[in-house]
């Protein structure tokens, strides 16, 4: 089984240096998280070291992904592409390292846009990218205190957040953010 660091080592060379320490800290935010929620720590340490894993590999190779596995669903076709890192990269890490853990490929899959039942780890490194340290945008704050007392409402919060940005910004939101938001009411 793979550990932290041999996870963070993976990903380094895929990563711009800034994205690579918004990881490390993700890492960090995640494992405090799971302490105080009682999720397995070193699932939550492979998740969230690889959670970014795809952030910069080719549109045309996600699109390609998309197209042609099974597993992936069609419609993040016709929504922004920066949706696509999270699926596309779950599957290319259960492919590339072998990474047979569910519930790890479920957290990398949702970590962006949620999804309707998401596990205790899903929701932990969700919000770990949301409120890690080098994260500013308005309201993070208020998650962030949150976070320290009900992970429920903290998840509910940041999606309403961004389903809000998405809105104002007249943006399209991708159906499992809503799926997401709407399991927290
Ligand atoms: O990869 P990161 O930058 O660390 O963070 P992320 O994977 O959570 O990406 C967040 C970006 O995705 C953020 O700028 C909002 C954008 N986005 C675009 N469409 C949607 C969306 N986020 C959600 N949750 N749902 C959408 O439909
Ligand atoms: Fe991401
Ligand atoms: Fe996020
Ligand atoms: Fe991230």
């Not at 016709?78 to 490929?105: C, F, N, Q, R, T």
């Not at 009900?150 to 389903?163: F, G, M, P, V, W």
């Amino acid at each position: 089984n793979l550990t932290r660091n041999e996870a963070l080592t993976y990903v380094e060379p895929h990563l711009k240096r800034s994205r690579y320490e918004h990881t490390v800290r993700v890492v960090e935010q995640a494992v405090d998280l799971a302490k105080k929620y009682d999720v397995d720590v070193k699932l939550v340490e492979i998740a969230a070291a690889l959670h970014d894993y795809a952030k910069y590999k080719p549109l045309e190779e996600m699109e390609r992904w998309i197209k042609t596995d099974r597993r992936l669903p069609k419609d993040l076709l016709d929504y922004h592409h920066e949706l696509w890192h999270g699926p596309v990269g779950a599957l290319m890490l259960e492919k590339e390292l072998g990474i047979s853990d569910a519930a790890v490929i479920s957290a990398i899959t949702c970590h962006t846009t949620g999804k309707k039942h998401m596990s205790t780890l899903d929701k932990v490194v969700f919000l770990a990218d949301y409120i890690e340290p080098g994260r500013d945008f308005p309201g993070v704050d208020e998650v962030r205190e949150l976070a320290n007392k009900n992970l429920d409402d903290a998840c509910r919060l940041a999606l309403k957040n961004t389903i809000l940005f998405l809105v104002e910004k007249g943006r399209t939101v991708y159906p499992d953010t809503f799926h997401a938001y709407n399991d927290f009411i």
